[in-house]
């Protein structure tokens, strides 16, 4: 399919580029979509939580009172859960959350984001362009040109580090390369804004 080039002024510039329809026009698969998006959350989980149970915290081992003759329940030491200060009782312990995704199913599931991004017309090329210095007013002014008001996520074909600091005081407005593209942060943007140059290297990317 062929989509227009637009300008950093927000008008079209006359060019285009073609996206093939078997990464941009293909049927999305919702529960491919769904598998990688929960495998992404999942690795971005620490797993570093821990707490202590009765072998790990500092009290005296010594029996608190007699096991027989009281009227109450019996006790052990000061460590047992059911006291205050005592050691938890199947406590968090660190682990990794890290899911196995298919190759296949993570490709699929890339293609169907990019799909549905088109679907709602919520994709968009801009040409190649780069700032001298950090100028975060005139990148403001090409999204607000673009029509990204309610957010969006700029595509590089490489990293640019003037444009990352120009961006990143912009709520809701972010820049990653081909390369670092996930299903995660397509979906969760308002708006997708692909580089011309960006576009070659995904469709590599499938290849």
Do not use: W
């Not at 939580?49 to 005296?60: L, M, P």
């Not at 919520?122 to 673009?146: H, I, Q, R, W």
């Amino acid at each position: 399919m062929k989509v227009d080039v637009y300008g950093i002024n927000g008008k079209s510039t006359g060019r285009s580029v073609d996206l093939p329809d078997d990464i941009f026009g293909i049927e999305p698969n919702d529960h491919a979509i769904y598998l990688d998006v929960k495998a992404i959350q999942a690795h971005q989980r620490q797993g570093t939580h821990k707490a202590k149970e009765r072998g790990e915290i500092k009290g005296s081992t010594k029996k608190i009172k007699k096991q027989k003759g009281t009227g109450t329940a019996r006790f052990g030491n000061i460590k047992n859960p059911l006291f205050r200060s005592g050691g938890r009782i199947f406590g968090p312990r660190p682990r990794t959350y890290d899911l196995k995704v298919n190759k296949k199913v993570k490709r699929l599931a890339r293609k169907s984001a990019l799909s549905t991004m088109i679907k709602n017309g919520a994709l968009k090329v801009v040409e190649d362009f780069t700032y001298d210095a950090p100028k975060t007013k005139e990148f403001a002014s090409m999204l607000n040109n673009l029509e990204c008001s309610k957010g969006s996520l700029m595509v590089l074909a490489e990293a640019d580090n003037n444009l990352y600091k120009s961006c990143r005081n912009i709520k809701k407005s972010e820049i990653t390369t081909a390369n670092n593209l996930n299903t995660l942060n397509i979906l969760g943007a308002g708006t997708l804004v692909l580089s011309e140059g960006s576009v070659s290297k995904i469709i590599e990317a499938f290849k």
